[in-house]
């Protein structure tokens, strides 16, 4: 009698390691051989991102550990990375890489000079900084490259200006331009926001005070969606970016010792948020349901408005989409959900399997996942076949989240690494956050 083999369930570590090297291809083939500098996005002539840069150079120490890069190539390209940033100007003048220690958003990939006059932008400079730390974390032995591996990632953290970039009101603007000054927005409501301020607190040089974090806070909105209640925040990556970096389980601030949870259970309810939204599917879009949600900042297939299946759509191109109250156009992005695997791994690999083995938006080339898709942009709208739009390129600040939570659902490499993070500490410290294993923590310099 002829048996048939029994296969894993989908989420094995096999399973899991080839998803983190395809997704660690971005980095290895989109970054400057001298630079460092990584592509934002594979498109023609587009620049460098500071924010996957500091993925770059996060993802290199998982890379190492899981046998996708030897330790000295990932030590040559940190100290490449480190190096540019050091040596890059600071100033005034519209093409300087950055000024007060803070870095434009966009930098040119050749020239490593500031692209398209966009802003300094101090999200994108913290994500920038994280990674920096990261590395200062792992290569920790007593050689002359790791050393200055150490020293140069401080001294460049140390460097930004955060009371500078400090609005009247304590919460942290957006960012400046040379041309007018400071942007109109601050960092206002929860988001992303959360490491960049906890970077912040934690600074050597320029810390912020306490009051900081809690005129941030004060601008928080819990709401109950689903019969859930939760910190909300409408795109998903806002929940996930700052727990590429810090373990929030089982540490509070006041707001969440006063909710009786913390920002990890926060970031489970927004995940199921999400699901639940999508079973709902209050819109009508195309395929939203228990196995098909990931709702976040994505590319899309407008700017446009079409009459599909009798209903008119207006559709959005790159955009902050978001769950349940913020832009919906039937965008779905896969490594939003992928992201979320450590917080609610129950709904998050069913639904991986379903993106992979369903809808086939895994492809062995070039790098893994695609980056979003639009089953409602077609005609009709009836079909249960996937035949609507993807999109044509990958993103750095996609691929970096799924390698590195992946990462700590697997082994909480990361979150491991930052408690010895003496800058992580200190500011976490700073904003009030007490408990669990911040108690027993005596972080390294």
């Not at 939760?230 to 810090?246: A, C, D, K, V």
């Not at 819109?283 to 899309?300: C, K, M």
Request: proline content about 5%; aromatic content about 14%; hydrophobic content about 40%.
């Amino acid at each position: 009698m002829r048996r048939t083999p029994i296969r894993a369930p989908f989420g094995s570590d096999s399973q899991l390691q080839q998803l983190q090297e395809k997704a660690y291809s971005y980095f290895q083939h989109e970054a400057h051989p001298q630079t460092g500098l990584v592509l934002d996005k594979t498109a023609q002539d587009w620049p460098a991102s500071i924010a996957v840069t500091g993925l770059a150079l996060a993802a290199y120490p998982v890379a190492v550990e899981r046998g996708l890069l030897d330790r000295l190539t990932a030590i040559q390209r940190t100290l490449a990375t480190l190096r540019f940033f050091r040596d890059s100007p600071q100033g005034t003048q519209a093409d300087a890489s950055g000024y007060r220690g803070f870095y434009y958003h966009f930098l040119d990939m050749q020239s490593g000079r500031r692209a398209w006059r966009c802003e300094l932008s101090t999200i994108d400079s913290a994500l920038l900084f994280a990674g920096m730390l990261t590395a200062a974390a792992y290569f920790n032995d007593d050689s002359a490259d790791q050393r200055e591996i150490r020293e140069l990632a401080h001294a460049l953290y140390a460097r930004a200006d955060w009371s500078w970039a400090q609005a009247k009101d304590g919460t942290l603007r957006h960012g400046w331009r040379p041309e007018h000054g400071f942007l109109k927005g601050r960092w206002q409501g929860y988001d992303e926001g959360l490491l960049m301020y906890v970077l912040a607190l934690g600074s050597p040089t320029h810390p912020l005070a306490a009051k900081a974090f809690d005129a941030w806070a004060s601008t928080y909105e819990w709401k109950q969606s689903y019969g859930i209640d939760y910190l909300y925040s409408g795109p998903l990556f806002t929940h996930q970016l700052s727990h590429l970096w810090i373990d929030f389980r089982g540490i509070q601030d006041a707001f969440m010792r006063g909710k009786g949870i913390d920002y990890f259970e926060n970031s489970r309810r927004a995940t199921q948020v999400q699901q639940r939204y999508a079973m709902d599917n209050p819109l009508g879009f195309v395929g939203y349901g228990e196995n098909e949600w990931g709702i976040t900042a994505s590319d899309g297939p407008g700017p446009a408005k079409r009459k599909i299946g009798g209903v008119q759509r207006r559709f959005y191109d790159y955009v902050g989409r978001g769950a349940p109250y913020a832009i919906d156009d039937g965008t779905l992005a896969p490594w939003a959900a992928v992201a979320s695997l450590p917080f609610a791994p129950e709904i998050v690999l069913p639904t991986m399997h379903h993106f992979i083995h369903t809808l086939q938006l895994h492809q062995p080339e070039p790098y893994g996942f695609k980056a979003s898709f639009n089953r409602t942009w077609r005609e009709g709208g009836r079909s249960a076949d996937f035949d609507g739009w993807v999109s044509p390129h990958f993103f750095g600040l996609d691929q970096g989240p799924i390698l590195l939570m992946l990462e700590n659902h697997r082994s909480g490499m990361l979150w491991q690494l930052m408690r010895s993070c003496r800058p992580v500490v200190d500011g976490l410290r700073r904003a009030g956050f007490t408990g669990g294993w911040l108690g027993a923590t005596h972080a390294a310099v």
